[in-house]
């Protein structure tokens, strides 16, 4: 981790010699932008998408929601990065033309927001190298390796599912407190006040990943 830039939880990444050398086979000319964006670390560059990766856009919020799912309970993620107000996953290539549709077809679908989806045919800007103070544009997981591991759309829809069901359950809990708590503040001396209880939780996803043999 380099330093801090946005928000304090959010550590901003630097991407390393081997990183560099990965996102630069994406080129035409990966030469040219390895020597080019070695001499410039602080600049953004544009991409083509659809060979070497795609990339899916969500809102911020959302985003981290996926991002802690991926981690947290999944099998992390590839390379991260925060641009503006949205988080730019890179993904494995075909995940810009599937993802939609898988997303289309789940009954928690429609609680993920429309992901910006950048697959053959697309150029994306990609966060500097190193952190810039006061850009808008840094990774989150930054590029290590020559290899990295990059999500297919099916993990991607999976940690999507999660963290909307997160995000639904967490809204259902606050609202039944904030309920509770009004009808105990409005409650005369010696009154009786009944219990509130959030809506049952969904039943849970199945992950889409072996799980560990008992040792």
């Given amino acids: 981790m380099s330093g801090w830039i946005g928000h304090p939880e959010e550590p901003a990444e630097r991407v390393t010699p081997d990183g560099l050398a990965w996102l630069a086979s994406a080129s035409r000319f990966p030469r040219s932008v390895v020597a080019l964006w070695s001499a410039a670390p602080s600049?953004?560059?544009?991409?083509?998408?659809?060979?070497?990766?795609?990339?899916?856009?969500?809102?911020?919020?959302?985003?981290?929601?996926?991002?802690?799912?991926?981690?947290?309970?999944?099998?992390?993620?590839?390379?991260a990065a925060r641009q503006g107000g949205r988080l730019t996953f890179l993904t494995a290539p075909g995940t810009a033309d599937r993802l939609p549709s898988l997303l289309d077809w789940e009954e928690w679908g429609d609680r993920v927001p429309p992901p910006l989806c950048h697959g053959l045919g697309d150029e994306i800007s990609l966060p500097p190298l190193v952190p810039a103070p006061g850009s808008r544009a840094h990774w989150v997981v930054a590029p290590r390796s020559?290899?990295?591991?990059?999500?297919?759309?099916?993990?991607?829809?999976?940690?999507?599912?999660?963290?909307?069901?997160?995000g639904a359950a967490g809204a259902a809990g606050t609202a039944g407190a904030a309920g509770a708590a009004g009808a105990s503040a409005g409650a005369g001396p010696g009154a009786r006040v009944p219990l509130s209880f959030p809506g049952r939780a969904p039943a849970p996803l199945l992950s889409p990943f072996p799980s560990p043999v008992p040792g």
């Fill in 43 to 79: 600049s953004v560059r544009a991409l083509p998408c659809g060979a070497l990766f795609d990339a899916v856009s969500l809102p911020a919020l959302f985003g981290r929601r996926v991002l802690d799912q991926l981690w947290t309970a999944g099998p992390g993620s590839g390379p």
């Fill in 146 to 166: 020559r290899t990295p591991w990059l999500p297919g759309p099916g993990v991607l829809l999976w940690a999507c599912i999660r963290a909307a069901r997160a």
